[in-house]
C-alpha cells in the first residue's frame, strides 16, 4: 500500500469512528425521566472540546471508557456513550458507592438516628460482642475517623499484608464479624487535628453501612434507597452482598451513567434536587473538606476526595467520588458543573491519571473563565 493509501485509510477510520462517537452523544435525548437537557451553547459552553473528546475516547485514547457526561446548572450538556457503554447500562463504579455511605450516614445524623460525627462506632456494634484484639484504640474509634480513613484499624488496602485489606474479606462468611474482629495499628496515635495517619480502608466503608443500618433499624441499602435513590427519581439498582447478605458500602453498587450524574447534580446544588433537600447542605459542605492528605495531589473528606484540576484560566477544585478503573463522579461548585466518567480499566496502573487528563484535556477546556455556583 502507497504512503497516500495509507494516510486515506487512516484518516478515513478515525473519520469513521468519530462519526460513530458523536451519533452516541448528540444531539442529547430528552428522555424526559427528571433529568433536564439543554446544548452547551444554552449554558455558555464551547461544543467544540466534547466533540474532539469523543473522538479522543473512540482512538482509545482513554481505554475501557463507556460514558462521559456533563452537567451545569442541573441540566445535561454532554452525553456520549462508548464501547459497551449506553444509557441503560448499569455501572460498576466500584469504590464511588463509599461516597454514597457518606451521604447515608448524613442523612442519618439529620434524621437523628446517629448523634454525630464523634459517635463511638463499635458501641453501634454491641450485638457482635465480644470483640477479638479490643483495645482501648478500638473502642474509641469515632464515625468521623472511619469517614477520613483515619481509624486505629490496621487495615490498608494498598498493602496486601495488612490484616484488614479488603481483599481479605471477601472470602469471609460473615463480613461484620470478620472486620469488628480485626487488630488495631500499632504505635497509633492522632495529630492535633484529633485524626490519626490516613491509610485508604474499604473495611471502614463497610462497617458504616453496619452502624447505619442498626442506628436507623434499616438495611443499609434500604435506607440509602428510601432516602436518597428514590427522592432523585432514580429506579434501577443493583447491591453486592456479603454470603449472609449483608449490604456492601464499600463499593460495587451498580447505576445508570444518568443516574450519577443526578446524584452530581444534587451535590452542586447544596444537597437540593428540583427544591427539595436530599441532603443537609451543612453535610456536604462538612464532606467537601479536606481533613488527611491522601496521595500526591490529592486530600480527602468524608469518603469524598479532592483535586484541583488543571485549566488555561486557572486551577479549579474538585470533589470527587472515585473507583477502580478510572471512574470519577466530580463536582465542581465554583463552575455550577459537575462531570461523570464510567470505565471499565480495572486495576490498571494509570488509570485514574488517564481520567483526570480527559477532564483537563477536553471538558474543561469548553468552560469559560470565571465562576458560576449552584443557584
Known sequence: MSVFARAFAATLVAGLLTACALSQSSPLD??????????????????????????????????????????????????????????????????????????????????????????????????????????????????????????????????????????????????????VDLPTMKG??????????????????????????????????????????????????QWSYSPVGEAMTGGGLLLRSRDLARIAAMLVDKGRWRGREIVPAAWIDAAFTARRHAYPGLDYGYFFWEHMYKRACGPVEGWYMAGNGGNAIVILRSLGAAIVVTRENYSTPGMHQQTTDLIERYVLPAFPCGRRGAS
Not at 463497610?206 to 428510601?226: C, K, N, S, W
Request: net charge negative.
Open 30 to 179: 430528552d428522555r424526559h425521566d427528571g433529568l433536564p437537557v439543554a446544548s452547551p451553547q444554552e449554558e455558555g459552553l464551547d461544543p467544540a472540546p466534547f466533540a474532539a473528546l469523543d473522538a479522543a475516547v473512540a482512538r482509545g485514547d482513554y481505554p475501557k471508557t463507556t460514558s462521559v457526561l456533563v452537567v451545569r446548572s442541573g441540566r445535561l450538556v454532554h452525553e456520549g456513550y462508548f464501547g459497551e457503554g449506553s444509557p441503560d447500562l448499569l455501572n460498576n463504579t466500584r469504590s464511588a458507592t463509599k461516597s454514597i455511605t457518606s451521604l447515608g450516614v448524613g442523612e442519618a445524623i439529620r434524621d437523628g438516628a446517629i448523634g454525630s460525627v464523634h459517635a463511638p462506632v463499635f458501641s453501634f456494634l454491641a450485638d457482635l460482642r465480644p470483640f477479638r484484639n479490643d483495645t482501648r484504640e478500638k473502642e474509641a474509634i469515632t464515625i468521623e475517623d472511619m469517614l477520613t480513613m483515619s481509624s486505629a484499624l490496621d487495615c490498608n488496602d494498598d498493602e496486601d499484608a495488612s490484616p484488614g485489606n479488603e481483599d481479605n474479606m471477601h472470602p469471609q462468611p460473615n463480613w461484620s464479624r470478620w472486620a
Open 188 to 237: 497509633y496515635a492522632r495529630d492535633a487535628t484529633g485524626l490519626g495517619p490516613w491509610r485508604y480502608c474499604t473495611t471502614n466503608a463497610f462497617l458504616l453501612g453496619q452502624v447505619l443500618a442498626r442506628a436507623t433499624h434499616t438495611p443499609a441499602d434500604r435506607y440509602i434507597e428510601r432516602n436518597l435513590l428514590r427522592p432523585l427519581g432514580i429506579s434501577k439498582w
